[in-house]
Each structure stands twice: as structure tokens, then as C-alpha cells.
């Protein structure tokens, strides 16, 4: 059993940067693909982007593509997404997911593992 906990959400003016971190309190990231998705209020959860367990492949979403980086440390076991560039369209409730293996990034069937979420409100 693994579960996932995500640190770093806060409020933060428009066009400023800010951290996630996702660790696993219980469990281990090991050999699992992870990824972070978001819920902006009164919309539906979507993938933001996802990193494999070597960290040789990622993807991002469109509207963060170029903003957003993922990145993972496999020591520490925690993988952080690094966020600049913010508009008020990022806030949401950022979650972090796991998975032992997925075929699309984006389909959240493949991911077992889930945090509680981390709520980045960005000021305009």
C-alpha cells in the first residue's frame, strides 16, 4: 500500500513561481510512473504532467507545457513539479497519483495511488 502526501501549495501572485513536492508517507515511489493532476473549482480533475520511474520520459499538458517541470529524485523518493509563469487559471488543487505502469498519462484509471491534494490559489 502506498500513500502519497503533497506539500507546497499556497497563494501567489499572477506570473509568480512556486514548488509541489510529492513523497510517499507510507509505501515507496518505487518503480512507479507518477504523476500530478489538478481540480480548478466547479471543474473536472485534469493530468498536468507525469514523469516515468527512470525520469527518461514525461509529458505535460498543453497549457502548462513550457511553464511546468517535472522532475523526480529517486533517492529522496519524492517527485516535484516546478511551476512558473502562473496565471489564475493554475489555481486548483494540485494532487500527485501513482502508478505501476499506464498507457496514456492522462487516463486516471491507471493510477492507483492518490494524495489529499495541495490547493495553489494564484492572485491576479
Known amino acids: 500500500q502506498v500513500q502519497l502526501v503533497e506539500f507546497g501549495g499556497r497563494l501567489v501572485q499572477a506570473g509568480g513561481s512556486l514548488r509541489l513536492s510529492c513523497a510517499a508517507s507510507?509505501?515507496?515511489?518505487?518503480?512507479?510512473?507518477v504523476s500530478w493532476f489538478r481540480q480548478a473549482p466547479g471543474k473536472e480533475r485534469e493530468f498536468v504532467s507525469g514523469?516515468?520511474?527512470?525520469?527518461?520520459?514525461?509529458d505535460y499538458a498543453t497549457s502548462v507545457q513550457g511553464r511546468f517541470t517535472i522532475s523526480r529524485d529517486n533517492v529522496k523518493s519524492t517527485v516535484d513539479l516546478q511551476m512558473n509563469s502562473l496565471n489564475s487559471e493554475d489555481t486548483a488543487v494540485y494532487y500527485c497519483?501513482?502508478?505501476?505502469?499506464?498507457?496514456?498519462?492522462?487516463?486516471?484509471?491507471?493510477?492507483?495511488?492518490w494524495g489529499q491534494g495541495t490547493k495553489v490559489t494564484v492572485s491576479s
Open positions: 514523469i516515468s520511474w527512470t525520469g527518461e520520459l514525461d
Open positions: 497519483a501513482a502508478a505501476e505502469e499506464i498507457s496514456t498519462w492522462s487516463d486516471q484509471n491507471h493510477y492507483a495511488y
Open positions: 507510507k509505501g515507496t515511489l518505487r518503480k512507479k510512473i
